[in-house]
């Protein structure tokens, strides 16, 4: 059984086939700028940069909210898609493969960062009770000078 398409058919077709390979294209390309973000962001773990580590955390949001966004416009053109299309067109699937390929390798980075950075977090806490032991430090638990509890006067007797 043959199927006859008008003009304005194939055209529809065509233009939903192109609008699905570019926000695939866009997803591919935001989940890469991603995967980047969180590669330095490792770097800057290690380097105890929080000014950077901050910064590049707003970074991520951004990135996930317009992944997001992405996600939520893709999905109705994906059904389209297959509705339209008995075949696939060969850039889609290894666009598909691609976009799981850097999903996981972003799911794999977040991991090892957050691991990183439970690691780091562990090592500043120990720093900090190692500071407050009196043993390592003879400064620790002691009342300060300037904070001495003096007796002051708090009457006064004034005569002429």
Request: overall charge negative; cysteine-free.
């Amino acid at each position: 059984m043959t199927e006859t398409l008008s003009r304005e058919e194939v055209e529809q077709r065509v233009a939903i086939l192109k609008r699905y390979r570019k926000l695939l294209e866009e997803q591919r390309n935001a989940f890469r700028d991603y995967l980047n973000v969180l590669e330095k962001q490792e770097q800057s773990i290690e380097a105890e940069s929080t000014e950077v580590i901050v910064a590049q955390a707003e970074l991520e949001h951004k990135i996930v909210a317009s992944l997001s966004s992405l996600h939520r416009v893709t999905l109705p053109l994906e059904k389209l898609y297959s509705e339209q299309f008995s075949t696939e067109d060969e850039a889609i699937p290894e666009l598909k493969t691609d976009l799981e390929n850097l999903k996981q390798a972003v799911l794999e980075q977040n991991q090892k960062n957050r691991d990183l950075l439970k690691t780091k977090m562990g090592d500043i806490r120990n720093q900090i009770k190692t500071l407050n032991n009196p043993s390592f430090n003879p400064y620790a638990k002691k009342a300060s000078i300037y904070s001495q509890n003096n007796a002051t006067a708090s009457i006064l007797d004034v005569e002429l």
